[in-house]
């Protein structure tokens, strides 16, 4: 997906909820028409009342009441369009952060072989923050910039077409600068994020390899890492600082000023009578409005760079195709395995099983015995349907495995894995795994591991919370390294 889709992509978003956004836009229109209203009412003061010395109270008061009224109203206005805008892009960013995690949560197994755990936990996190960036900061900002510029440029055209006409030469100038700004800026915003992904990522690897670290004793070199990282990440952000420094505040205040310098000059040139005051300050006062708004969307501009690339990311998880399961969704009625010439490997390159033939009668017991790393996960694996079959057969029930449906497959085998994984949750989510179980049912569970009397003997019992390290500390826990798969037939039921 190019560029331009992507962010065609995020942005139809924003118009998921069409109601909302119009509802939005309305509250920035009116911000700005009472933005653009203040300098206006002073204008029409200044030459129609002060230039002639003509005072009447009555109009006085009600353009005196009517600018506090506008300024007032601006603020609330603006308020309001900023929650509204806001509360839409909080809202895409829950819907994106939830579209990508269900999409993580079904992938096959292979989508993980080679992406490390913090890398997908940062797309997660910081990616969906980028994106809220960009429509919190930038298209808020965007939309703010471009409808304040243009209802300025309305006002001043309506006030003196001529003058419009020296602020609109200058608008291109600021695209120039502002297309500069990203060129110089988008390298270094990139950079600091990746590293930014990267000090998560060793973050989240130290953690998970915490007791390999201390074994080994490589805390100093795992710091060292570290603190290279976030010095590299130090640079980059001071490199931001600077390129902002250059050109943020001072290249937007010298056009402005030029802008000032033009005006002056030419109503010194020509005198009140061609341009009265009022306009004169009217254009001033605009000017000055406009270089703030100007000045953050340029700043947001590399957020959007940011936000296309994170964008890209999660589309990309996003748009993954789950993993593939077949559509029988009859339950296997018979335990036998019948596996023949099969092949397998990771990566395509290297082959883990070469050939491998496997006949299980139902009730039947095989144990497979080979030295590390010759495969046997990775057989019981493919026989968990875990990865699909790259060559050869493995028929369980007399049925392809690849036919089997979702349901059919997962009900009809089970797997007792050599390293236990244990929920950060109660000890009845543990064994429940949120499925409809009886408390009779868990503890029965619990009698055959022999974990019912420590359960029982717990303050909160099923409820305790237990951490994923506790398996450490609970008795009786089987050092038996073996695996078995276990089968659940369906035939009874
Ligand atoms: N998810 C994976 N991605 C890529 N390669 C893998 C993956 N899992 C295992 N391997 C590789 O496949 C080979 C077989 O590994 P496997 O885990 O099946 O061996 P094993 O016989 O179960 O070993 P052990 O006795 O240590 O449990 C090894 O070379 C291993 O490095
Ligand atoms: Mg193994």
Redesign the pocket.
């Known amino acids: 997906m190019s560029k331009r889709e992507t962010l065609k992509r995020l942005l139809r978003y924003l118009l998921a909820d069409k109601t909302a956004f119009a509802i939005a836009a309305l509250f920035l229109l009116c911000a700005v028409v009472a933005d653009v209203s203040g300098p206006w009412l002073i204008r029409l003061f200044l030459d129609d009342y002060l230039a002639k010395g003509y005072y009447p109270s009555g109009v006085l008061w009600s353009l005196a009441l009517g600018y506090i009224g506008v300024t007032f109203l601006s603020g609330v206005l603006h308020y309001a369009y900023g929650i509204r805008f806001s509360r839409i892009a909080i809202g895409i960013v829950q819907t994106i952060r939830k579209k990508v995690y269900a999409s993580i949560i079904n992938q096959p ?2 989508a ?3 992406v490390p755990a913090g890398k997908l936990v940062s797309r997660v996190t910081n990616d969906t923050e980028s994106l809220k960036e960009l429509y919190v900061q930038v298209v808020a900002s965007f939309l703010q910039a471009t409808t304040l510029i243009l209802a300025m440029l309305t006002a001043m055209y309506l006030l003196s077409p001529r003058l419009t006409l020296v602020v609109a030469i200058l608008l291109p100038t600021v695209v120039l600068v502002m297309f500069l700004y990203q060129r110089r800026s988008a390298g270094v915003f990139r950079e600091s994020r990746d590293l930014l992904t990267d000090i998560n990522s060793v973050m989240s690897e130290s953690i998970q390899g915490m007791s390999l670290i201390q074994l080994m004793g490589q805390q100093q070199r795992f710091s060292e890492r570290f603190a290279a990282l976030t010095d590299q990440h130090l640079n980059a952000e001071v490199r931001i600082v600077k390129i902002n420094g250059i050109y943020l505040r001072p290249l937007i205040d010298l056009l402005s000023g030029v802008a000032l310098v033009t005006l002056a000059a030419i109503f010194g040139w020509h005198g009140s009578e061609v341009i009265g005051v009022g306009v004169l300050y009217a254009f001033i006062s605009y000017l000055g409005r406009v270089t703030e708004p100007l000045i953050e969307l340029m700043q947001r501009l590399s957020l959007l760079q940011q936000a296309i690339m994170a964008g890209e990311r999660l589309f990309e998880l996003m748009d993954a195709p789950p993993h593939p399961y077949g559509d029988d969704e009859r339950p296997l009625a018979c335990g036998d395995i019948e596996v023949s010439s099969l092949s397998f490997s ?2 395509g390159k ?1 082959p ?2 070469s050939d491998v033939n496997v006949s299980v009668k139902e009730g039947g017991f095989l144990a ?1 015995v ?12 493919l026989m968990m349907g875990f990865y699909p079959v790259q060559s050869g057969s493995l028929k369980l029930g007399g049925r392809d495995i690849a036919t089997l449906s979702q349901h059919a497959l997962r009900s009809g085998i089970a797997l007792v894995q ?1 390293d236990p994984h244990v929920l950060s949750d109660s000890f009845r989510a543990n064994v429940s795994l949120d499925r409809d179980v009886s408390d009779e049912a868990i503890w029965q569970a619990l009698e055959q591991v022999d974990l019912a009397d420590y359960v029982r003997h717990l303050p909160s019992g099923l409820d305790t919370a237990i951490g994923t390290g506790i398996f450490r500390f609970l008795p009786g826990r089987s050092s038996c ?1 073996r ?1 078995r798969v276990c089968w659940s037939t369906s035939r009874a039921s």
């Open positions: 197994l292979s993980f072989d080679y990771y990566d290297t883990v099983l497979l080979g030295h590390t790393g010759s495969g046997k996960s990775t057989l019981a694996s050599q390294w695996w």
